[in-house]
């Protein structure tokens, strides 16, 4: 065999295998998908928490910062499953909402210190959802954590 027919036998070997890791859910463990709903919705707060203070210190709020997040969830999901499938894309989008719901929750008791009832944690986290503008971002950033995870751009690398 010579180099060329070699190669072209690796990359089906290659595609191969993402097809069926594409369409065979059955070996991720329990354990990886507690994993990944834990790591995504940490990845999501954390990212959230720090676009948000980029945009208190340049006093500007830029939605962009919502795809990003949502990129990010989906990326850190995708490889902690290795391959990307609609179930591991549908826990990024879960991570991303959750994320998105709990920041100001978690913003307003760590830095003003205060314990919230349970009327103001519902108040708080609708308050993200208030303008059109805010959700089209936001339901962009749920497609894109949906994307990332789903279409696998880890699929293409040789892990």
């Not at 507690?34 to 203070?53: N, R």
């Not at 986290?125 to 950033?141: D, K, R, T």
Request: aromatic share 18%; net charge positive; with cysteine.
């Amino acid at each position: 065999m010579n180099l060329q027919e070699k190669y072209n036998e690796y990359k089906q070997r290659q595609e191969a295998k993402k097809f069926f890791n594409q369409n065979n859910d059955y070996h991720l463990s329990i354990s990886d998908y507690i994993k990944m709903f834990v790591v995504g919705t940490v990845i999501a707060i954390f990212s959230t928490i720090a676009f948000d203070f980029i945009s208190l210190q340049i006093g500007w709020s830029f939605s962009y910062f919502d795809i990003l997040t949502g990129y990010f969830t989906g990326f850190i999901v995708l490889k902690i499953a290795r391959y990307g499938s609609e179930k591991v894309g549908i826990i990024s989008v879960i991570c991303y909402l959750l994320g998105t719901l709990f920041t100001p929750i978690l913003t307003y008791y760590a830095f003003w210190g205060q314990s919230l009832t349970l009327m103001i944690a519902i108040q708080l986290a609708i308050g993200q959802f208030s303008n059109l503008f805010s959700l089209v971002f936001i339901a962009i950033g749920a497609m894109t954590a949906y994307i990332t995870s789903k279409n696998g751009a880890l699929n293409n690398r040789v892990l």
